[in-house]
């Protein structure tokens, strides 16, 4: 059977849900037509020049589906999508949900590694990139992973220069036929509501891939209730700048937010802070999203920038730690609300009320979306600590699914027998009930929001004939948060240079964000008492060198 690894929720939760008005048992995808109906003409998607009505959404994605749906896609049947933040990813995102195909949401900087362990994973059917972005080419880059996955596998391409091997998504979007006709054989063969609507990528803390299942119920609740803690409405202008395939734009609130509120979704491509206040001014932006290392770049260009940005009035701050002194700062520095969100793709979602006072707003991030978000915090013992201590965040709810896709060995360690997610998070939370983010349990490196497994690294390096023993390290910095350090261990009579372990990496097909930026050579590594690496005393190797250089 197809996508028999997702986990589902227990029958009687799933039940409580539905009866509790949570999950509506729709498709995403069947909301589409009802916008184009109430809102026609008004604008829905914004990218660049290019602008697309409520009704040409609808027109554009019914074509693209039913063109997918020609080459072969069916329910169930899964695509990688690599696209930049442009409208074609609103499009076929959109059109993947009307067909019940799932769009597993890869980043641009993915490569080989990424591409072909998750697509081996979700037995992908296809993949759909741009031709080329940044200087690299995609399309040659994806009938590479499409030749290496274990079945056959079907290139789609955005842009100019698709090749006679590949197919022409926007050649697909040309509407010949009977829209209505076409609507009709679509909602004929629709998803249902608990069916998966979208497969994300988790930050990951092991080498195997994880993959997250989010049904259509599950996410259009994540996605409503998110749109209502941001205030969105008809009236928001959303602007998309972190990868759109990122739960935090798409979802929380918004790509898809700033649409199931009827408003406008802005998709830009770099989060370069004049690009960004040019697109605020332009399109009377209200809301954004970003993760502290491009804010406080928006915050040093804002005080020289003569752009009017009077019309932003939030923006949503999350994905790594953002300390209480810069919160402080970003509303004078760029005009508008903060909202803290500490989120995850895993599900739970916490925003601070858009009506905050400037203690909870600063120093905290934010309270869970939904009544039936359950939160337990759990001392190393595994039991509840007191109210108010700091242990790691377990969570479950209508919205955070009970496993990753496919890995059940793994799915035992990060999920408790009775479903509760382990988020890896040390928190605390506040007598009002507001989530604290005080450090993390899981071994991973947060580098400006982008979440590098430590396992995954140490892998590959291991891999070198040179290196006996390996272990990565988030490494403090103030640009980015956190960068990898390696540290090593060599075969006698072995060097190593970060150079070597640099193109070693990139020769495996490893995105560039994850490349080790730091290598430390040691005669031998601390180890714990079971004979890991201890990342402990290595992290603390690391505090006083950058105390120390600072
Ligand atoms: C500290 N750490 C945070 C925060 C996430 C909205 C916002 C972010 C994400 C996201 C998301 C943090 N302070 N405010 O999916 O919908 C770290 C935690 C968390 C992990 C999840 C969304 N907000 N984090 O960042 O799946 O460690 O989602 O467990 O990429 O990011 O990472 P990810």
Request: charged share 20%.
């Amino acid at each position: 059977m197809k996508l028999d690894g997702v986990v589902p929720w227990p029958a009687d939760l799933a039940y409580a849900y539905r009866a509790a008005g949570c999950w509506q048992g729709r498709p995403l995808g069947s909301y589409l037509w009802e916008w184009a109906e109430q809102r026609g003409e008004r604008i829905a998607v914004v990218d660049g020049g290019h602008r697309l009505t409520y009704r040409d959404l609808a027109v554009n994605a019914d074509a693209l589906a039913e063109r997918l749906a020609d080459l072969g896609l069916d329910h169930g049947d899964t695509v990688l999508v690599q696209l930049p933040n442009c409208w074609e990813f609103v499009v076929v995102t959109v059109a993947c949900f009307r067909l019940g195909v799932v769009p597993v949401m890869m980043l641009p900087p993915h490569r080989e590694h990424e591409l072909v362990s998750i697509g081996t994973h979700v037995r992908a059917k296809a993949l759909i990139v741009p031709d080329t972005w940044r200087g690299y080419d995609h399309q040659d880059l994806a009938h590479r992973v499409a030749a290496a996955l274990p079945g056959p596998a079907r290139v789609l391409v955005v842009g100019q220069e698709v090749r006679p091997d590949s197919v022409d998504v926007r050649g697909l979007l040309e509407q010949d036929g009977d829209s209505a006709a076409r609507r009709r054989r679509l909602d004929g063969r629709a998803p249902s509501g608990s069916d998966v609507a979208v497969f994300l990528l988790s930050g990951g803390t092991t080498g195997v891939p994880k993959v997250i299942s989010r049904t259509h119920d599950d996410y259009e609740y994540n996605i409503r209730r998110s749109a209502r803690a941001c205030d969105f409405g008809p009236d928001t202008v959303y602007l998309a700048v972190l990868p759109a395939g990122h739960n935090f734009p798409l979802a929380s609130p918004g790509i898809l937010g700033a649409l199931f509120s009827g408003g406008r979704a802005v998709l830009l491509p770099s989060p370069r802070p004049e690009p960004v206040f040019e697109a605020i001014e332009a399109e009377g932006v209200t809301a954004t999203s970003a993760v502290p290392a491009v804010v406080l770049k928006w915050m040093e260009e804002a005080a020289t920038s003569r752009r009017d940005l009077s019309s932003l009035r939030y923006v949503h701050v999350g994905g790594s730690v953002l300390s209480p002194e810069i919160a402080a700062r970003i509303g004078p520095a760029l005009g508008c609300r903060l909202q803290q969100v500490y989120g995850m793709a895993e599900g739970l979602i916490c925003y601070t009320p858009a009506d905050a006072s400037e203690e909870v707003a600063h120093t905290t991030q934010g309270a869970p979306v939904s009544p039936y978000d359950e939160l337990l915090v759990a001392g190393p013992d595994g039991h509840p600590v007191l109210p108010g201590e700091i242990g790691e965040l377990l969570t479950r709810g209508p919205y955070t699914p009970r496993g990753y896709y496919g890995v059940p060995d793994q799915n035992s360690l990060s999920f408790t027998p009775d479903g509760w997610f382990r988020t890896g998070d040390l928190v605390r939370i506040t007598p009002e009930g507001n989530v604290v983010v005080c450090g993390r349990v899981k071994d991973l490196i947060n580098r400006a929001g982008e979440k590098i497994s430590a396992g995954e690294i140490e892998t590959l390096v291991q891999e070198m004939p040179q290196v006996a023993e390996v272990a990565a390290v988030a490494m403090p910095d103030p640009e980015v948060g956190e960068r990898v350090c390696l540290f090593a261990r060599l075969h006698p009579g072995h060097e190593l240079t970060l150079g070597d372990v640099s193109a070693a990496l990139t020769a495996r097909g490893l995105a560039a964000f994850k490349i080790p930026e730091r290598l430390e050579v040691l005669d031998d590594l601390p180890h714990t008492p079971i004979g890991k690496p201890d990342k402990k005393v290595l992290q603390k190797l690391l505090l006083a060198d950058v105390a120390g250089t600072a």
